[in-house]
């Protein structure tokens, strides 16, 4: 499998607004549209808004590298420097998330599929 970015989140503070520029950008309608996250599917790109930042405390887009072993690319990123920040945990229909910082702090994401 080969490592890549399909997902970014964005952090909005207006949904609807954010929603609507989202959908002239894409050109198409949310996938998942609720008061806590909005996703649209577009290029093979997953795209999500999040208001207010979420529980994590998102303060600027986050991309979400896609592996297969979420465990072991956060063990492995650690290792050679990166600092955990939100530990592996699932969200839904098997897929689990971890986000991680880099030595200069920017947040990197991983998501794994079951």
Do not use: C
């Not at 997902?7 to 609807?16: K, M, R």
């Not at 492995?76 to 689990?96: K, N, S």
């Amino acid at each position: 499998m080969t490592i890549s970015i399909k997902t970014v989140l964005h952090p909005v503070t207006d949904l609807a607004k954010a929603k609507a520029v989202y959908a002239a950008l894409l050109g198409v309608e949310p996938q998942t549209d609720s008061s806590y996250y909005v996703g649209f599917e577009a290029g093979g790109q997953h795209i999500g808004l999040v208001p207010g930042g979420g529980p994590q405390g998102m303060t600027s887009p986050v991309a979400y590298w896609h592996v297969p072993d979420i465990e072991a690319k956060v063990a492995e990123m650690t290792a050679a420097g990166a600092t955990v920040r939100e530990a592996a945990h699932e969200v839904g229909a098997g897929r689990l998330v971890a986000t991680v910082t880099d030595p200069d702090g920017n947040v990197l994401g991983l998501i794994q599929d079951r």
